[in-house]
């Protein structure tokens, strides 16, 4: 089963404003990974942040991690119709296994 | 272009045909992972290489399917006696990676499938 979930599945916003899409696992991380994906292609890395870390920055890009709450956030700031993709969250528990995704969350952003 | 690429971009087959997927990775990469997506969901793991290595194979992958990389360069997925079930996008991403650091994967434009 997959470990990362996303919330929400889906999300419309206008052009400009911020979209926050969360991602919740289940067992102890070494890192975890945003993903973004245009309707039919391949996957591209956006951010990694490790399991010490709290918050990592990226361009618009804010992603922050709760180990406690086991939970991480994007945020994606100032929204472009380029932003419309759907985001994964992909979780690496020991170091040495596949990365697991989640199901993601559709973007979309109304110019 | 040094990304990762895959070969064919589409595939149309009936069911009980064989296909077989081609996937070239960055060429220092050392790790090769094949996924599969369908529709709606998240890349569902398949397997992985590290260099000529196969070192995990998912419950996912049926006897149907077998994966090779033969110089620890290009990888090949095979499935034999496709189903309907089979239908997916295959995705294909490689990366470098050192005992248990992280590690970013790169993936290809993936190969969709169509069992009819």
């Known amino acids: 089963s997959q470990q990362g979930e996303e919330d929400p599945q889906a999300l419309s916003i206008q052009e400009g404003e911020n979209a926050t899409m969360n991602c919740s696992y289940k067992t102890s991380i070494n890192n975890l990974q945003w993903y973004r994906q245009n309707s039919g292609r391949g996957l591209v890395h956006l951010i990694l942040i490790r399991s010490n870390e709290r918050e990592k920055h990226s361009g618009r890009l804010r992603v922050t991690l709760d180990t406690s709450k086991k939970s991480s956030s994007l945020l994606i700031t100032a929204s472009r119709a380029a932003d419309t993709a759907s985001y994964f969250c992909?979780?690496?528990?020991?170091?040495?296994?596949?990365?697991?995704f989640g199901k993601g969350t559709r973007l979309s952003v109304i110019a | 272009d040094t990304g990762v690429s895959q070969n064919p971009r589409h595939k149309i087959t009936k069911r009980g045909q064989n296909v077989t997927f081609r996937c070239d990775p960055i060429s220092e990469h050392n790790r090769l992972y094949w996924y599969r997506q369908t529709l709606g969901q998240g890349p569902e793991f398949l397997t992985y290489f590290q260099n000529e290595a196969q070192l995990e194979k998912s419950r996912l992958l049926s006897d149907r399917f077998s994966a090779e990389r033969p110089k620890g360069s290009f990888s090949t997925l095979e499935i034999q006696r496709t189903e309907q079930g089979d239908s997916a996008m295959y995705l294909c991403?490689?990366?470098?990676?050192?005992?248990?650091?992280?590690?970013?994967?790169?993936f290809g434009p993936g190969t969709r499938l169509l069992v009819l």
């Open positions: 992909a979780t690496d528990y020991s170091g040495n296994t596949p990365l697991v």
């Open positions: 991403a490689s990366s470098w990676k050192q005992g248990g650091g992280s590690e970013t994967q790169y």
